[in-house]
């Protein structure tokens, strides 16, 4: 498939977050797989130019980030940097793995789309692993303020995730 211009952007928007997630799972720097994606994505654009046919374009991507994140991890050759998985990944396996890089980018973008003060109380406590005490005083807010924030934000997460996953169920 030949993509246009339009069509191309629409693959990058979608495609952009969850691969670059999969790719973390090979690399641990952001930087590196953010690369890694961003050369993938240019690939696809040149062999698109070149009137290259791509059957399925996120096929084509997540092999391409696969591919690529073993490369730049066995270049990096720190064993550290590279994430626990196994050498022969089995088609389930990776299929599985895709999927979880879009839960993931669906997660992180409901989270993005709590209030900023909201997100920022959340991710202090889930991603930082702050107690309520400390938030409360690195905010300058009340610990029922930051449990309030905490509940409100698990509260809106609940309903985003209800929301996809209603809607995935309805078209099968």
């Known amino acids: 498939m030949i993509l246009s211009a339009v069509e191309f952007e629409r693959v990058f928007k979608d495609l952009y977050r969850p691969l670059c997630l999969y ?4 690399v641990s720097s952001t930087d590196d797989a953010e690369d890694i994606v961003q050369q993938a994505f240019a690939d696809v654009w040149e062999k698109n130019i ?3 046919v791509i059957t ?3 096929a084509y991507l997540f092999r391409a980030v696969h591919n690529r994140s073993i490369s730049t991890a066995a270049q990096i050759s720190v064993v550290e ?3 626990e998985l196994p050498a022969d990944l089995e088609d389930g396996a ?3 793995q895709m999927y979880q890089a879009e839960r993931d980018a669906r997660l992180w973008n409901a ?3 709590l209030p900023p003060e909201r997100k920022k109380v959340f991710l202090l406590s889930k991603r930082d692993g702050l107690k309520y005490q400390e938030i409360a005083d690195k905010l300058n807010i009340s610990v029922k303020t930051v449990e309030n924030q905490i509940g409100k934000a698990l509260k809106s997460l609940r309903e985003s995730a209800l929301r996809i996953y209603s809607i995935l169920f309805c078209l099968t």
């Open 94 to 96: 990776e299929e599985e």
């Open 111 to 113: 989270i993005d789309a």
């Open 50 to 52: 070149r009137n290259e």
């Open 56 to 58: 399925d374009a996120k």
């Open 81 to 83: 940097q590279v994430r």
């Open 23 to 26: 790719a973390l799972r090979f």
